[in-house]
């Protein structure tokens, strides 16, 4: 069964800091591996995937995350983060050898201190 | 229209009533999905549907939810004799088919109280 784990449920961090969200996941084939973003009473939007190919993974609002096979990790990076970052992160996981369901992880909510 | 458009947006209803919830999900996009998001909490799967498969029901909670999709189009999500721990922010998505590696495209959401 595909499984995705956020170990951190607050990241706090202060504005012109690099900032990490942390991501791990099980599948039994080959992931394909999402982050979205959810602001306040919003639905999510999409930031950046892992299909293959680079482990260095580049998205929107300059955003970019890290494959890494051998610790199952997809961890969401930045390196200067700005306080209209705070917002609620998910990370998410499918198995290329299952059905197309997406699986998420619980979410990290991030907050950029001023 | 350009994104996955859920109506209505806001829902009140009382314990015991049947609701339906609709997702138009982007023109062209065979996948589309079904979330359920509580206060404060994670994603939880409720149903997937893929062209002209059959859809994938695993989440669905009870068998009081149901969801039916026509064609590649318009789905909706129907909760009978709602419940207050039914309350949550519905939430739809919609990808291109073709082995996983889309993305899902969400709406805005129903959020749906039980009062």
Same mark, same amino acid.
Do not use: M
């Given at each position: 069964?595909? +499984?995705?784990?956020?170990?951190?449920?607050?990241?706090?961090?202060?504005?012109?800091?690099?900032? @990490?969200?942390?991501?791990?996941?099980?599948?039994?084939?080959?992931?394909?591996?999402?982050?979205?973003?959810?602001? #306040?009473?919003?639905?999510?939007?999409?930031?950046?995937?892992?299909?293959?190919?680079?482990?260095?993974?580049?998205? +929107?609002?300059?955003?970019?995350?890290?494959?890494?096979?051998?610790? @199952?990790?997809?961890?969401?990076?930045?390196?200067?983060?700005?306080? +209209?970052? +705070?917002?609620?992160?998910?990370?998410?996981?499918?198995?290329?050898?299952?059905?197309?369901?997406?699986?998420?992880?619980?979410?990290?909510?991030?907050?950029?201190? #001023? | 229209? $350009?994104?996955?458009? !859920?109506?209505?947006?806001?829902?009140?209803? *009382?314990?015991?009533?049947?609701?339906?919830?609709?997702?138009?999900?982007?023109?062209?996009? =065979?996948?589309?999905?079904? /979330?359920?998001?509580?206060?404060?909490?994670?994603? *939880?799967?409720?149903? /997937?549907?893929?062209?002209?498969?059959?859809?994938?029901?695993?989440?669905?909670?009870?068998?009081?939810?149901?969801? *039916?999709? =026509?064609?590649?189009?318009?789905?909706?999500? =129907?909760? !009978?004799?709602? !419940?207050? *721990?039914?309350? $949550?922010?519905?939430?739809?998505?919609?990808?291109?088919?073709?082995?996983?590696?889309?993305?899902?495209?969400?709406?805005?959401? =129903?959020?749906?109280?039980?009062?």
């Amino acid at each position: 069964a595909q +499984s995705v784990a956020q170990p951190e449920d607050q990241v706090n961090v202060a504005e012109g800091n690099p900032l @990490t969200v942390k991501c791990t996941y099980s599948v039994s084939g080959n992931p394909y591996l999402f982050w979205y973003v959810q602001y #306040p009473n919003r639905g999510l939007q999409f930031l950046l995937k892992y299909i293959t190919g680079d482990n260095l993974v580049k998205g +929107s609002y300059g955003f970019e995350a890290e494959f890494n096979k051998s610790q @199952t990790s997809f961890h969401l990076k930045k390196p200067s983060a700005l306080v +209209s970052d +705070s917002a609620l992160y998910f990370c998410a996981v499918r198995d290329n050898n299952y059905g197309q369901n997406f699986v998420f992880g619980p979410g990290t909510r991030l907050s950029v201190l #001023p | 229209g $350009a994104g996955v458009s !859920q109506s209505p947006s806001n829902k009140v209803t *009382e314990k015991g009533k049947d609701v339906e919830l609709r997702c138009d999900p982007i023109s062209g996009h =065979t996948a589309l999905y079904w /979330y359920r998001q509580r206060l404060g909490q994670g994603l *939880e799967f409720l149903i /997937y549907f893929q062209g002209n498969s059959a859809p994938d029901k695993s989440g669905l909670p009870s068998d009081r939810f149901s969801a *039916e999709r =026509t064609g590649e189009s318009v789905s909706t999500l =129907t909760i !009978q004799r709602t !419940q207050q *721990e039914d309350s $949550a922010v519905y939430l739809c998505a919609s990808s291109l088919g073709g082995g996983g590696r889309a993305e899902a495209f969400f709406g805005q959401g =129903t959020r749906l109280t039980v009062v």
